[in-house]
């Protein structure tokens, strides 16, 4: 079971960057997945979820420019970011867990990603 994260890199402030998250060794259509970010010396926290059905959940910081979305038949996710600003800059990771509904807490979660940088100039 893997989750594959791509996407990340440097961008100036009010850029975008698109995320990736490729699940492999099992299907994850029904599983609510999630991407998380963490800055250094800050706690992992959660960016956005999506459930298995489309509901999504946003983190206030990032609402009206963040959009998470899925593909259930090919197992994957995406996060479009949008308007993007340096306290942005984190690794974001994806994750998944076998909840119905949206989970917050970091340790909640089953399955990680490998973390991908995003990095936002000034």
């Known amino acids: 079971v893997q989750l594959q994260a791509s996407g990340g890199g440097l961008v100036q402030a009010g850029g975008s960057l698109r995320l990736s998250c490729a699940a492999s060794g099992r299907t994850f259509s029904g599983y609510v997945m999630g991407w998380f970010r963490q800055a250094p010396e800050k706690q992992r926290e959660l960016v956005a979820a999506i459930t298995s059905g489309g509901m999504t959940k946003y983190a206030d910081s990032v609402e009206d420019r963040f959009t998470i979305s899925r593909h259930n038949a090919k197992n994957t996710m995406d996060l479009q970011m949008n308007s993007l600003k340096p306290e942005d800059t984190a690794v974001y990771y994806c994750?998944?867990?076998?909840?119905?509904?949206?989970?917050?807490?970091?340790?909640?979660?089953?399955?990680w990603g490998q973390g991908t940088q995003v990095t936002v100039s000034s």
């Open positions: 994750a998944a867990t076998r909840s119905s509904r949206v989970l917050h807490a970091a340790r909640l979660y089953e399955y």
